[in-house]
Antibody
Framework: EVQLVESGGGLVQPGGSLRLSCAAS????????MTWVRQTPGKGLEWVSG????????YYADSVKGRFAISRDNSKNTVYLQMDSLRAEDTAVYYC??????????WGQGTLVTVFS | QSVLTQPPSASGTPGQRVSISCSGS????????VNWYQQVPGTAPKLLIF???QRPSGVPDRFSASKSATSASLAISGLQSEDEADYYC???????????FGGGTKLTVL
């Protein structure tokens, strides 16, 4: 069974940092690109970042470029999202999702990040 | 403002057929495949449609979708109360070099 379990969310002040993790199981992790998507409470979905299977190709939304960094450890079946210089508008539930070619076919349950002053 | 445009709400009675539209542009829907996701409040999104019109295993054939030029649509026939959820379209955008979502459509089963 495919499982994606996010962790690392929490409360942080503006300008602070957090690192989210997404532990994958139930599939061949090295065969899939991975993606982070966020959802502001009560609002819609926003693509944040993606990473290819080897970890060398990374992609970012303009809203997080230069502040967030995606990475993966294929030996640990885990993808990360390092979030620096956090802003109030980064407050959201962050989901990791598995890429199946151009589709996001499995999603984790999400982890809440709250940036408050 | 979402790159893909969806109506904010839709509704129908049990047994009816409803459609949800998704409008994009040549850089996203016009060049790439469209996905649809279903999200029941408080849960993660679930892939409903991939590659414009394909259903993952387990998704009832009451759900169907199509794409034409720079627009797409999702249809739900034989509406059931369990279909009440938020529905999102998505596609890769070649100009933004990123994935874009619609703003979501809240489906209410009356």
């Amino acid at each position: 069974e495919v499982q994606l379990v996010e962790s690392g969310g929490g409360l942080v002040q503006p300008g602070g940092s957090l690192r989210l993790s997404c532990a994958a199981s139930g599939f061949m992790f090295t065969n899939h690109a991975m993606t982070w998507v966020r959802q502001t409470p009560g609002k819609g979905l926003e693509w944040v970042s993606g990473i290819d299977t080897g970890g060398t190709g990374t992609y970012y939304a303009d809203s997080v470029k230069g502040r967030f960094a995606i990475s993966r450890d294929n030996s640990k079946n885990t993808v990360y999202l390092q979030m620096d210089s956090l802003r109030a508008e980064d407050t959201a539930v962050y989901y990791c999702a598995r890429n199946m070619k151009s589709d996001l076919d499995y999603w984790g349950q999400g982890t809440l990040v709250t940036v408050f002053s | 403002q979402s790159v893909l445009t969806q109506p904010p709400s839709a509704s129908g009675t049990p047994g009816q057929r409803v459609s949800i539209s998704c409008s994009g542009s040549s850089s996203n829907i016009g060049r790439n495949t469209v996905n649809w996701y279903q999200q029941v409040p408080g849960t993660a999104p679930k892939l409903l449609i991939f590659r414009n019109s394909q259903r993952p295993s387990g998704v009832p054939d009451r759900f169907s979708a199509s794409k034409s030029a720079t627009s797409a649509s999702l249809a739900i026939s034989g509406l059931q109360s369990e279909d009440e959820a938020d529905y999102y379209c998505a596609a890769w955008d070649d100009s933004l070099n990123g994935r874009v979502f619609g703003g979501g459509t809240k489906l209410t089963v009356l």
